[in-house]
């Protein structure tokens, strides 16, 4: 799957912020919508760019960590 | 990934409220959450052995009522989704859990002028019943938990003045 990704970059609190586009190209349907992320990240850093902050942490609902408001809605597009 | 298909174009944003501050990228500082908590989402109990599991008979309906508001996981998808950024739902589900049980009712009416109080100095929105908020919660939180919230606070207010 190639996707176009358009992602919040902003430095810090005070920065003022902006989408950015980043294309992702061999996006497996299995992979989880954090993994995708984390393989994007992993080709900025190879790439000596500054990978994306996002929060995360047991990965399967039940922290409460992950933040992402996805094509407009919080968390994505599935539902409970 | 499998709700998207190739060549989409995905747009992804950080949870976005006054009250969350972006830390950097699509990270954001949801500490509002836990100093809510600290204001009133606790039991005092004395620690010590556990006592006797029917010495405090729960009725099952509101043992099944304080559950389902329990298993709110404070992400703050509720104040990202609602217009006016109101942290009603959260906020709600932790006074229904602990109102619903005899362990909460000692300190029901402190905890929510108190959590009300944190909530509104944190800067969130107050609720209009769009009901946004249960659609996108990923536990299923209810509506009916704010409206619980009010009740009890309504009751609170008449008992105590903050």
Redesign the interface.
């Known amino acids: 799957?190639?996707?176009?990704?358009?992602?919040?970059?902003?430095?810090?609190?005070k920065d003022k912020?902006k989408?950015v586009d980043y294309p992702v190209d061999h996006?497996?349907?299995?992979?989880?919508?954090l993994e995708?992320?984390d393989v994007l990240n992993e080709h900025l850093v190879e790439k000596g760019e500054e990978p994306?902050?996002?929060?995360h942490d047991c990965r399967e609902?039940?922290?409460?960590?992950?933040?992402?408001?996805?094509?407009?809605?919080?968390?994505?597009?599935?539902?409970? | 990934m499998r709700s998207f298909k190739d060549g989409d174009v995905i747009y992804i944003e950080p949870f976005r409220a006054n009250s969350f501050p972006v830390i950097k990228d699509l990270a954001v500082d949801r500490s509002a959450f836990d100093r809510i908590i600290q204001s009133g989402g606790y039991v005092s109990v004395s620690t010590g052995a556990a006592q006797d599991a029917n010495n405090l008979p729960v009725p099952k309906n509101d043992a099944d009522k304080a559950f389902a508001a329990a298993t709110c996981i404070g992400c703050g998808a509720c104040v990202a989704t609602c217009k006016n950024a109101s942290a009603m739902l959260f906020v709600s589900a932790k006074v229904s859990q602990l109102a619903l049980l005899p362990q909460g009712k000692v300190e029901a009416t402190d905890r929510v002028l108190n959590m009300v109080h944190q909530m509104d100095l944190e800067g969130f929105g107050n609720c209009t019943n769009t009901g946004a908020c249960e659609v996108e919660c990923p536990k299923g939180i209810s509506l009916d938990n704010i409206a619980r919230m009010n009740r009890e606070y309504l009751k609170a207010s008449l008992i105590k003045e903050k």
């Open positions: 799957m190639k996707l176009t990704l358009k992602i919040w970059r902003q430095n810090g609190p912020g989408l996006v497996s349907p299995d992979m989880s919508f995708m992320l994306v902050a996002f929060d609902g039940i922290c409460g960590m992950c933040s992402l408001v996805i094509n407009g809605r919080a968390h994505g597009p599935q539902s409970v």
